[in-house]
């Protein structure tokens, strides 16, 4: 008996649509829903039979239906294909990830494709969607971002204290001292060093000396804003760029950290280790010529608190 060749025809569109591993979602220009194969079944636990020419955002409330009608119009009205990448939205259908309890992904992500579909009048009434699963390829790319911020991360800090190292400060110290030529705003710096440091080292050993050095790296984290940027510029000896903020009332943090670290004491190995520190504060001139000129005037007046008894904040003139 011959085989009816519209039958055979649904037949195997039915067999293509359920055996391809992408999502293939029919839109009317309503938005109701044409087609919907096995793919996004499985992943949705929604039956054709159940979302056929049903309303597609009442069955995703997560969809933004206006940003999606946006994104859908080109497809419509200039019968051209429109790409939405992971990056961009990590997904349009908000899929459980089946990948293994050790994947690090909470759902399904996603590269989406809308195709406009004509007519025999050539008209565009429906768009085709089509769904890709990119969760292996997002995971490691996010991986591998996750890393170099890793690694950019470690280029930028200094193991011990957790400031920016030397390195990352002075860059951030020459892009200050340029911003300020352009800028009437006033910023201050701060230098400081720990009194005595080489007697707790020759004392107490180097560790015991690594372990102060944590904690006024730390104190200097709380004592200072966001916007700050705190480093280590060498040994035992810190710089503090304050952006933004006149000299006389940096007077005020500079202070606070000197007391915060004269109130502490650092217990290493049982041993309980007081210490203080001297600070100098320089604030921007215009006539500066380079930024070296800035470090040393704050260079100086810290030089002035370590010869007038330490344990001072002294303001450069």
Sequence with gaps: MAVDSSLAEMHWKHDLLG??????????????????????????????????????????????????????????????????????????????????????????????????????????????????????????????????????????????????????WEEQFIMEYKRNHRSKNPSALIMLDIDHFKKVNDTHGHPAGDEVLKIVGSIIKKATRETDIAGRYGGDEFAIILPDTPAADVEFVAERIRRLVEKCTVVYDEVNISITISIGIAGFKHNFTDNIQWLDSADKALYQAKNSSRNRVILSE
Aim: contains cysteine; charged residues 20%.
């Design 19 to 168: 055996s391809i591993e992408v999502g293939i979602v029919v839109l009317d220009k309503e938005f109701n829903v044409k087609v919907w194969n096995q793919f996004m079944e499985n992943h949705s636990s929604i039956v054709p039979g159940m979302i056929q020419d049903k309303n597609l955002f009442e069955f995703f409330p997560e969809i933004d239906n206006e940003w999606f009608m946006r994104k859908a119009a080109p497809a419509f009205s200039l019968k051209s294909p429109v790409f939405i990448i992971w990056e961009q939205r990590p997904y349009l259908f908000h899929f459980d990830c089946n990948r293994p309890i050790t994947s690090q992904a909470n759902y399904m992500y996603q590269n989406i494709t809308i195709f406009p579909l004509a007519s025999l009048t050539g008209q565009v009434e429906q768009v085709c969607i089509v769904i890709y699963d990119v969760t292996d390829e997002a995971l490691s790319k996010l991986a591998m971002q996750s890393l170099n911020a890793q690694l950019e991360n470690i280029n930028r800090v200094d193991g011990l204290t957790g400031l920016y190292n030397r390195r990352f």
